[in-house]
């Protein structure tokens, strides 16, 4: 509606003929760069990285791919009579994603499915461990450095069970409470008491 508006304004005015075909050519190229839009492509290393990237509640199950995977997977291939790399055909890729799940006990996600176009795609896709260890948890197995400590378990105050400076904190008016239901029962909360004028 815009436009059609703006050309015929433009075409009204007869003395800038110039104009007119300057603003038909930029809505044609507007137009067609409209209708083309590029296809985006998603490779197995990028959802890895994504993945990677994500760190914490991962809804994949650890996976650790054994060494003659390549092998098992070939071997599938041609017992399922499959010609060729390419897996074109939808109940024979069923088949073989499900034949492959029986023998390596680790599904493809729903969403992955149709990124596997041929029986190279599903190898690599085997041959990716998949680790769901969150990053924090992660750093108890990395050696650090002799000036860095992680209290991975830490110290919350309570007056009744801190007895060093004799129950007295630095923050008296503070409390320290505890609101999400998994630490509830692992960490005590404390309601400090509060002195009105």
Same mark, same amino acid.
């Given at each position: 509606?815009?436009?059609?508006?703006?050309?015929?304004?433009?075409?009204?005015?007869?003395?800038?003929?110039?104009?007119?075909?300057? =603003? #038909? /050519? *930029?809505?044609?190229?507007?137009? +067609? &760069?409209?209708?083309? +839009?590029?296809?985006?492509? %998603? @490779?197995? @290393?990028?959802?890895?990285?994504?993945?990677?990237?994500?760190?914490?509640?991962?809804?994949?199950?650890?996976?650790?791919?054994?060494?003659? &995977? &390549?092998?098992?997977? /070939?071997?599938?291939?041609?017992?399922?009579?499959?010609?060729?790399?390419?897996?074109?055909? =939808? *109940?024979?890729?069923? +088949?073989?994603?499900? &034949?492959?799940? #029986?023998?390596? #006990?680790?599904?493809?996600?729903?969403?992955?499915?149709?990124?596997?176009?041929?029986? @190279?795609?599903?190898?690599?896709?085997?041959?990716?461990?998949?680790?769901?260890?969150?990053?924090?948890?992660?750093?108890? /197995?990395?050696?650090?450095?002799?000036?860095?400590?992680?209290?991975?378990?830490?110290? /919350?105050?309570?007056?009744?069970?801190?007895?060093?400076?004799?129950?007295?904190?630095?923050?008296? +008016?503070?409390?320290?409470? %505890?609101?999400?239901?998994?630490?509830?029962?692992?960490?005590?909360?404390?309601?400090?008491?509060? *002195?009105?004028?």
């Amino acid at each position: 509606m815009v436009t059609r508006g703006l050309l015929m304004a433009a075409a009204t005015l007869r003395k800038t003929p110039i104009i007119v075909g300057c =603003l #038909q /050519r *930029s809505f044609a190229s507007t137009a +067609k &760069a409209a209708k083309r +839009k590029p296809i985006k492509t %998603v @490779s197995l @290393s990028a959802v890895g990285e994504s993945i990677a990237a994500k760190g914490f509640l991962r809804p994949h199950k650890p996976y650790s791919p054994p060494k003659d &995977a &390549a092998k098992r997977i /070939r071997n599938l291939a041609s017992s399922l009579q499959l010609k060729n790399d390419e897996l074109g055909n =939808l *109940s024979e890729k069923f +088949k073989f994603l499900n &034949a492959c799940f #029986q023998e390596l #006990q680790h599904g493809v996600p729903n969403s992955q499915v149709h990124e596997l176009r041929t029986i @190279s795609d599903v190898i690599a896709f085997y041959e990716t461990p998949v680790d769901t260890t969150v990053p924090y948890d992660a750093l108890k /197995r990395v050696e650090l450095p002799e000036n860095l400590h992680i209290q991975y378990e830490y110290l /919350r105050f309570n007056p009744e069970t801190d007895t060093k400076f004799g129950g007295k904190t630095a923050f008296p +008016k503070s409390s320290t409470l %505890v609101t999400g239901l998994k630490y509830r029962s692992k960490y005590e909360g404390h309601e400090a008491k509060r *002195s009105w004028p």
